[in-house]
Nanobody, 123 residues
Framework: QVQLVESGGGLVQAGGSLRLSCAGS????????VAWFRRAPGKGRVFIAR????????SYADSMKDRFTISRDKAKNAAYLQMNSLKPEDTAVYYC????????????????WGQGTQVTVSS
């Protein structure tokens, strides 16, 4: 069973950057894809980006692709989310997830989830 642990969240000023990490423990990632979602206070879970674990092909929600970049390091069994030009509306708990990954923006396409990491962007 793969377990996922996110890190790298915190408090940042608007316009700043953060890099979130998602470390896989237990068995090596065997899932097809790793994705990032977020959940803002009082809102539902929102898809950010997905990356194929083997080929590294990335895809994004349209509203995220200009400022966010997903990547993965197979040797380190880890995935990352680089977030730039952060805005207060990016404040949320950010989750990484692993699974078959299709449909890519469906939470149900991912069967392993991390506990989340809080990102707070101040104005």
């Amino acid at each position: 069973q793969v377990q996922l642990v996110e890190s790298g969240g915190g408090l940042v000023q608007a316009g700043g950057s953060l890099r979130l990490s998602c470390a896989g423990s237990g068995r090596t990632f065997t899932s097809n894809a790793v994705a990032w979602f977020r959940r803002a206070p009082g809102k539902g879970r929102v898809f950010i980006a997905r990356i194929g674990w083997v080929g590294g092909r990335a895809s994004y929600a349209d509203s995220m692709k200009d400022r966010f970049t997903i990547s993965r390091d197979k040797a380190k069994n880890a995935a990352y989310l680089q977030m730039n030009s952060l805005k207060p509306e990016d404040t949320a708990v950010y989750y990484c997830a692993a699974g078959l990954g299709w449909p890519e923006n469906y939470a149900s396409a991912y069967n392993v989830w991390g506990q989340g990491t809080q990102v707070t962007v101040s104005s």
